[in-house]
C-alpha cells in the first residue's frame, strides 16, 4: 500500500467513526453533518441527499452540504432521467470520473453541467430493500477517478442516511401513536362528561315535570299570585335548559364530517397506526377487503379501533396476535371484527362490558373503552355484537353502514 492509499484509508476510518458518532438532532442537521463528513472524506465539494418521490415523479434533493451554503437544487423530473435512475436502481452505486460525457450519466448533464460538476460518486439508499434515493458526491473542478475504498465508504454514508431516515419516521410515528391516544383519552372524558351530562338532563327532566304538574295542580285549586307565576317561569326556563343539554350531548360529529371511507385506503393507516402502537410480544394481523366501504367520521373510526385493540392487547398479557378484519357484510352494513386470543370475559360479565364505568382492570382501566365503541358505532347507525369465553379470547363485531341513511 503507497503512502497516499495509506493515508486515504486512514481519513475513511476517521470519517466511519464520526459517523458512527454523529449526535442527536433533528434529521435535516443530522444529515448536514454526515454530508460535511462525506465531503471532507472524499474531497467532494457538494454532497447531496435526494429522494425518489413517486407521486410527484421526480427526484428531489432534501439535503445539500457545501463550503459556501450553495441552495438546495430544484428537483429532477423523472421522465429526463430514466436511465440514471434505471442503473441505480441496479447497482450499489455510479462512479463516474466524468459525468458530463460518462453515459450512465447523460440523463443528468444539464445539471451537473449548471453546477460544474464532473467526478460523481452516487450511492444508492436503501429501505425495505427498495431503493428510495441517492446519495450523490460531486465534485466541482478537475477530474478524478474513485478508489474502490472510497466506493465503499460512500456506500457506508448511504446506509447511514437510510437509518437517519428510519429513525425519524419511526419517531414521527410514535410521536403520532402518542398524539392520538392523547386524543383518545380526552374523547373517552369527553365522552363521559356528555353521557353524565346526558344523565343530568335527563333525571333533571323528570323532577322538572314533576314540578310542573304540581304546579298545573295548585294553579288548578285556584293557587296564584307572583311566587306561583315565578316558579312557572323558572320551571319554562328550567326545560328549556334540559332540551338544550340533551341536543347537545346526542351525536359528538355531523354529516358533515362523514365520508366514504374504503379498504384500500383503510388498509394503508390502520397498518400504519397500529404497526406503530403495538410493539413485540404484540402483533396486528390485518385482513382487509379493499372494495368494502364505510360512511363513518375517520377520526372516530380510528377511535373505535383503538378502543378495541387497546382491549385486546390488555387481555393478552402475554403478546399474541389480534386478528382485525373488514368485509363487507350485506348491502347496508360493512363488519368489522376485533379477535384476540386472551383471558376471554366471565359469562356473568358480558352483559355488563358495554356499560360507562364498568371495568375488569381494576385501577389500570376507565370503563369507557367499549361504552365508547357503542356510543360511536350507535352515532352512525351500526351495532356492536360480543363472543367471549374465559380462557378462549373475545371477538368483538361491529356492523357499520356502507352508506349515508336516505332522507324521504
Known amino acids: ?10 481519513n475513511l476510518t476517521s470519517a466511519r467513526l464520526a459517523l458512527a458518532r454523529l449526535p442527536a438532532a433533528p434529521l435535516g442537521e443530522a444529515l448536514k453533518c454526515a454530508c460535511k463528513i462525506a465531503s471532507q472524506a472524499l474531497d467532494t465539494r457538494r454532497v447531496g441527499v435526494w429522494l425518489f418521490e413517486p407521486e410527484a415523479q421526480q427526484l428531489r434533493c432534501i439535503c445539500l452540504y457545501s ?6 437544487p430544484a428537483p429532477l423530473p423523472m421522465a429526463d432521467i430514466p436511465s440514471y435512475s434505471a442503473t441505480l436502481r441496479e447497482q450499489r452505486y455510479l462512479a463516474t470520473r466524468d459525468a458530463q460525457v460518462d453515459p450512465v450519466t447523460r440523463d443528468v448533464k444539464q445539471y451537473t453541467s449548471q453546477h460544474g460538476i464532473h467526478s460523481m460518486l452516487d450511492a444508492a439508499i436503501y429501505r425495505a430493500g427498495s431503493v428510495v434515493g441517492v446519495v450523490c458526491h460531486e465534485r466541482q ?3 478524478r477517478e474513485f478508489k474502490e475504498s472510497e466506493c465503499e465508504f460512500a456506500v457506508t454514508v448511504a446506509d447511514i442516511v437510510a437509518y437517519l431516515l428510519e429513525s425519524d419516521q419511526r419517531l414521527s ?11 383518545l383519552k380526552d374523547a373517552q372524558r369527553i365522552d363521559a362528561v356528555s353521557r353524565f351530562a346526558a344523565g343530568i338532563a335527563h333525571d333533571l327532566g323528570n323532577l322538572l315535570t314533576v314540578v310542573t304538574t304540581g304546579l298545573q295542580v295548585l294553579e288548578k285549586q285556584g293557587a296564584a299570585g307572583d311566587v306561583v307565576k315565578m316558579v312557572r317561569e323558572a320551571t319554562n326556563h328550567g326545560s328549556a335548559l334540559t332540551r338544550q ?24 393507516t390502520w397498518g400504519t397506526l397500529l404497526g406503530a402502537m403495538l410493539k413485540a410480544p404484540w402483533v396486528v394481523a390485518l385482513d382487509v377487503d379493499p372494495e368494502a366501504q364505510v360512511w363513518a367520521d375517520a377520526v372516530q373510526l380510528e377511535q373505535v379501533l383503538l378502543n378495541l385493540v387497546f382491549n385486546a392487547r390488555d387481555a393478552m398479557a402475554n403478546g399474541g396476535t389480534i386478528l382485525v378484519r373488514f368485509k363487507k357484510h350485506d348491502e347496508q352494513f360493512a363488519r368489522i ?18 356499560a360507562p364505568y364498568f371495568t375488569t382492570k381494576g385501577d389500570q382501566g376507565t370503563g369507557l373503552g367499549l361504552s365508547t365503541v357503542q356510543f360511536l358505532a350507535h352515532e352512525h347507525g351500526g351495532r356492536v355484537d360480543l363472543s367471549s369465553a374465559p380462557g378462549d379470547g373475545t371477538t368483538v363485531t361491529i356492523y357499520w353502514p356502507v352508506s349515508a341513511p336516505v332522507t324521504v
Open 141 to 143: 473542478g478537475p477530474v
Open 67 to 72: 463550503p459556501d451554503g450553495q441552495p438546495v
Open 173 to 183: 410515528l410514535e410521536r403520532q401513536v402518542h398524539r392520538l391516544e392523547v386524543k
Open 337 to 354: 371484527d376485533v379477535i384476540d386470543t386472551g383471558v376471554g370475559i366471565p359469562p356473568e360479565h358480558v352483559a355488563d362490558v358495554f
Open 245 to 268: 343539554l340533551s341536543r347537545l350531548t346526542r351525536g359528538v360529529s355531523t354529516d358533515k364530517d362523514r365520508q366514504v371511507l374504503r379498504g384500500r385506503d383503510l388498509k394503508e
Open 1 to 10: 500500500m503507497g503512502e497516499h492509499s495509506a493515508i486515504t484509508q486512514l
